[in-house]
């Protein structure tokens, strides 16, 4: 059964940098996109980023495009989002999930920037 | 991007009621839709993909309908844990995933 897991979160200083994964389990990940979803305190779901199923494309969403990156790496399994320069409205849990017919998400990793 | 809108915003109901969401698209997305319910502290989870697929383990009081720009999520008849925030998300593959506003239905 699909599994995602994510890890990396914690707490950061404004302007600070974080590394999250996501390891996969369950399905072929080198032949699935993935994307990043995150939700801030008591707010609505927001979509953060999206790679090809290969690593050929990759899109971001404009509040974070130029700070963030998503990644995988086929061969471990895994997908990733590196965090630059971070503010205190990024303070969110970030989701990893699968594309495809049926969706799947991880449980989220908590993000808390501030100072 | 596509926008989803979502409503109502908040909805009252009572243990047995028959309970309706609907989600409208900006523009056409096919059947690509998909609901979540999500308590506090929780992941969001799937109720229903490709607007009308009941994943699996979801009762069967849920059910979704629409195509194109219309959906509505129904829940037949409200049980005590369907107290909670649900969520419409378009993910039809040329466009990046947009989420409803939400809806929480309490008592």
């Known amino acids: ?115 | 991007d596509i926008q989803m809108t979502q409503s109502p915003s908040t909805l009252s109901a009572s243990v047995g009621d028959r309970v309706t969401i609907t989600c409208r698209a900006s523009q056409s997305i096919s059947k690509w839709l998909a609901w979540y319910q999500q308590k506090p502290g929780k992941a969001p989870k799937v109720l229903i993909y490709k607007a009308s697929t009941l994943e699996s383990g979801v009762p069967s009081r849920f059910s979704g309908t629409g195509s194109g720009t219309e959906f509505t999520l129904t829940i037949s008849r409200l049980q005590p844990d369907d107290f909670a925030t649900y969520y419409c998300q378009q993910y039809n593959s040329y466009s990046p995933w947009t989420f409803g506003q939400g809806t929480k239905v309490e008592i």
């Open chain 1, 1 to 115: 059964q699909v599994q995602l897991v994510e890890s990396g979160g914690g707490v950061v200083q404004p302007g600070g940098s974080l590394r999250l994964s996501c390891a996969a389990s369950g399905f072929n990940f080198s032949n699935f996109g993935m994307h990043w979803v995150r939700q801030a305190p008591g707010k609505g779901l927001e979509w953060m980023a999206f790679i090809r199923f290969d690593g050929s494309n990759k899109y971001c969403a404009d509040s974070v495009k130029g700070r963030f990156t998503i990644s995988r790496d086929n061969s471990n399994n895994t997908l990733h989002l590196q965090m630059e320069s971070l503010r205190r409205e990024d303070t969110a849990t970030y989701y990893c999930a699968k594309e495809g017919v049926q969706l799947n998400w991880g449980q989220g990793t908590l993000v808390t920037v501030s100072s």
